[in-house]
């Protein structure tokens, strides 16, 4: 005889499911001994995505394992709810957030970085690099790709539910609180790396002439040895920073870390 449990998803996690089984209570049968983890994203609903299982009314971790005649209930992240001491479903989350964005979100990862976000990418990554290099550096896996996060190997990550980039940046805000902890201006835009102060003396050679002139502040980064200064352009760099903060970013989150 088949095991039988029934199933009720919430919020945006119904977008990862089949038509039918949307906005409604429905059965499902059961995989031999299979856990709830399984069971989830056999219906379609990546694991990253949810943050709260409720088997009859019990929080669960993703091991649990099904019976048959369950009710379960599946949440997904909660963005101005602290439901830390009821989830089971892992531990504490990433603060100080560490990302990597898979070959297709490059304007993403840009405007993260541009925020101060510690954010990988490169436009040739495989899925298969994507979910070694979050293993390994705990990072969260930013993509638009269901499949990429099913993989075992992601601890956590993001499924991007917009297409538009300011859409994926408001989404981002909102489910990891980035408005409190933007740093902007402090990373290089192009590798990552962390900038640093430098002389102006130090980087005039590689700076044009109308920029030497006018500029005092420059800023170079560590890894890729790229320069920056606070050009005219700064101003609406920082209208840029405090729209895709919601208007939530403090002074010092918009402006004083970097240029």
């Given at each position: 005889?088949?095991?039988?449990?029934?199933f009720r998803f919430y919020a945006?996690?119904?977008?990862?499911?089949?038509?039918r089984h949307r906005q409604r209570s429905f059965s499902y049968a059961l995989s031999r001994d299979a856990t709830v983890k399984h069971t989830i994203e056999a219906l379609g609903a990546p694991h990253t995505e949810v943050e709260l299982i409720l088997v009859d009314g019990e929080s669960v971790d993703f091991s649990w394992r099904l019976q048959g005649g369950e009710r379960v209930s599946v949440y997904p992240h909660f963005s101005t709810l602290d439901i830390s001491a009821l989830t089971k479903v892992r531990g504490p989350s990433l603060r100080g957030e560490r990302f990597i964005a898979d070959a297709h979100l490059g304007q993403l990862a840009k405007n993260l970085r541009m925020l101060g976000f510690d954010v990988l990418y490169r436009n040739d990554y495989s899925d298969a690099e994507v979910a070694r290099i979050a293993a390994e550096d705990e990072r969260i896996v930013l993509t638009r790709d269901?499949?990429?996060?099913?993989?075992k190997e992601i601890v956590r990550g993001c499924y991007l539910h917009a297409v538009p980039c300011d859409e994926q940046i408001a989404e981002l805000v909102a489910r990891f609180d980035l408005s409190g902890s933007a740093r902007a201006f402090s990373r290089c835009l192009t590798c990552n790396g962390v900038l640093r102060v430098v002389e102006k003396s130090a980087v005039a050679h590689r700076v044009p002439t109308h920029s030497r002139r006018?500029?005092?502040?420059?800023?170079e980064c560590e890894v890729c040895a790229q320069v920056y200064w606070e050009g005219s352009h700064v101003a609406h760099m920082r209208e840029r920073v405090a729209q895709m903060l919601g208007g939530n970013g403090n002074r010092e989150s918009i402006g004083v870390h970097g240029l």
């Amino acid at each position: 005889m088949v095991a039988i449990a029934h199933f009720r998803f919430y919020a945006e996690l119904n977008q990862f499911l089949a038509p039918r089984h949307r906005q409604r209570s429905f059965s499902y049968a059961l995989s031999r001994d299979a856990t709830v983890k399984h069971t989830i994203e056999a219906l379609g609903a990546p694991h990253t995505e949810v943050e709260l299982i409720l088997v009859d009314g019990e929080s669960v971790d993703f091991s649990w394992r099904l019976q048959g005649g369950e009710r379960v209930s599946v949440y997904p992240h909660f963005s101005t709810l602290d439901i830390s001491a009821l989830t089971k479903v892992r531990g504490p989350s990433l603060r100080g957030e560490r990302f990597i964005a898979d070959a297709h979100l490059g304007q993403l990862a840009k405007n993260l970085r541009m925020l101060g976000f510690d954010v990988l990418y490169r436009n040739d990554y495989s899925d298969a690099e994507v979910a070694r290099i979050a293993a390994e550096d705990e990072r969260i896996v930013l993509t638009r790709d269901r499949d990429l996060l099913i993989r075992k190997e992601i601890v956590r990550g993001c499924y991007l539910h917009a297409v538009p980039c300011d859409e994926q940046i408001a989404e981002l805000v909102a489910r990891f609180d980035l408005s409190g902890s933007a740093r902007a201006f402090s990373r290089c835009l192009t590798c990552n790396g962390v900038l640093r102060v430098v002389e102006k003396s130090a980087v005039a050679h590689r700076v044009p002439t109308h920029s030497r002139r006018f500029y005092d502040r420059f800023f170079e980064c560590e890894v890729c040895a790229q320069v920056y200064w606070e050009g005219s352009h700064v101003a609406h760099m920082r209208e840029r920073v405090a729209q895709m903060l919601g208007g939530n970013g403090n002074r010092e989150s918009i402006g004083v870390h970097g240029l």
